[in-house]
């Protein structure tokens, strides 16, 4: 994470060093993203870079958390929007449709989750997908908590498996509806418009047989309102 240093920067340059990282490893990724151009872009030293950060690897860290931060405050706010009280793989679903959607609307967002999730560095991947994870666990472990709680998940349901499962979908539904080679078992790889939802419907679908509980769905609020 940034050095003491860089919280006295003015912010204009803080901003042109984060535009310019994100531009460069969204595009290149952390292996081919070069120090040197993001400085140029910056208008900075190169050396000014390391008197910011501690190396490459932690300005890769610090670009995915700020990318990271950027889509958990949409998507928390589309979640309050869509109910999270809901019958859970009927919320989960939507979610997912909405998550899509923010990521066909946001190219750069997109680039910088590719960049993360593809990088081919051990250690970089580590450490960028350690902060990227934090965020998905902050947001994703208490509605599936709550879920359990609530009774649409089965008693004896496995929840760490759950969530594991789910930090292997949103990465992939963030990427492969757009980004050719990933997936072409569920029509992805070239997809149609209506390609991507039915894709969510499938994948969720597997994990209501595998997780829901067997009794009727709970009424939502509103219908309970009448």
């Not at 969204?26 to 900075?44: C, P, T, Y």
């Not at 209506?194 to 769905?217: C, G, I, M, T, Y």
Request: net charge negative; charged share 25%; glycine share 4%.
């Amino acid at each position: 994470m940034p050095t003491v240093t860089w919280a006295r920067v003015d912010p204009s340059r803080r901003a042109a060093v984060t535009e310019a990282a994100e531009a460069e490893f969204g595009a290149h990724g952390f292996s081919r993203g070069s120090l040197n151009v993001i400085a140029k872009r910056a208008g900075v030293a190169k050396g000014s870079l390391f008197q910011y950060f501690a190396d490459k690897r932690d300005l890769f860290a610090y670009i995915a958390d700020v990318g990271s931060q950027r889509v958990r405050s949409y998507m928390e706010d589309r979640i309050r929007e869509l109910d999270p009280s809901r019958p859970f793989f009927e919320f989960l679903t939507d979610l997912l449709d909405t998550w899509v959607v923010y990521f066909a609307d946001h190219p750069r967002d997109r680039a910088l989750h590719g960049a993360a999730t593809l990088e081919v560095d051990t250690d970089a991947r580590v450490s960028v997908r350690t902060v990227i994870h934090r965020h998905y666990l902050e947001v994703l472990r208490p509605l599936v908590h709550d879920a359990h709680v609530r009774g649409d998940l089965r008693a004896d349901c496995d929840t760490d498996a759950l969530l594991s499962l789910l930090l292997m979908i949103f990465p992939h539904m963030a990427l492969a509806p757009y980004v050719r080679g990933i997936d072409p078992i569920l029509g992805l790889d070239d997809p149609t418009p209506e390609q991507p939802a039915l894709a969510v419907r499938r994948l969720v679908a597997v994990l209501s047989d595998a997780f829901a509980s067997n009794r009727p769905a709970q009424l939502t609020t509103k219908e309970v309102k009448g």
